[in-house]
């Protein structure tokens, strides 16, 4: 009866500290971390290959163009990277807003929903 609630003790913690590095993980890549953490921790294994799938890339999405040289900068640029200028004002924790010209109009598609962890930030 011992062996089994030390099993118990010993997976579960395991099961916390691998949550923890999901939740940290998504939250570098401005993803919902509270919800990926929680996920991770009541699915295990199968939460973690989920999360790893329906990721982001660590790449940054968004650019921006310089207005002085036109030279494209990753977003955590706040100078460009050619010239010096300063860049125009960031959205806030890596948000992008798109303008009205690539605004999407209608529903997100269940993966969409599922990587921004269904609109709980």
Excluded at 38 to 45: D, K, L, S, V
Excluded at 61 to 90: A, H, M, W
Aim: glycine fraction near 10%; hydrophobic fraction near 40%; include cysteine.
């Amino acid at each position: 009866m011992v062996s089994f609630v030390v099993y118990v003790v010993i997976g579960l913690t395991i099961q916390s500290i691998l949550a923890m590095f999901v939740a940290g993980d998504a939250s570098d890549r401005g993803l919902n971390s509270q919800f990926w953490g929680a996920f991770t921790f009541i699915f295990g294994i199968a939460g973690i290959v989920i999360y790893l799938l329906l990721r982001p890339s660590s790449d940054p999405d968004i650019i921006y163009v310089c207005q002085e040289c036109r030279t494209e900068n990753p977003e955590q640029n706040n100078f460009c990277s050619e010239c010096g200028t300063e860049l125009k004002t960031r959205q806030s924790e890596g948000k992008h807003q798109p303008d009205d010209e690539t605004e999407k109009k209608g529903s997100m598609s269940i993966i969409e929903a599922v990587k921004s962890g269904f609109g709980m930030r």
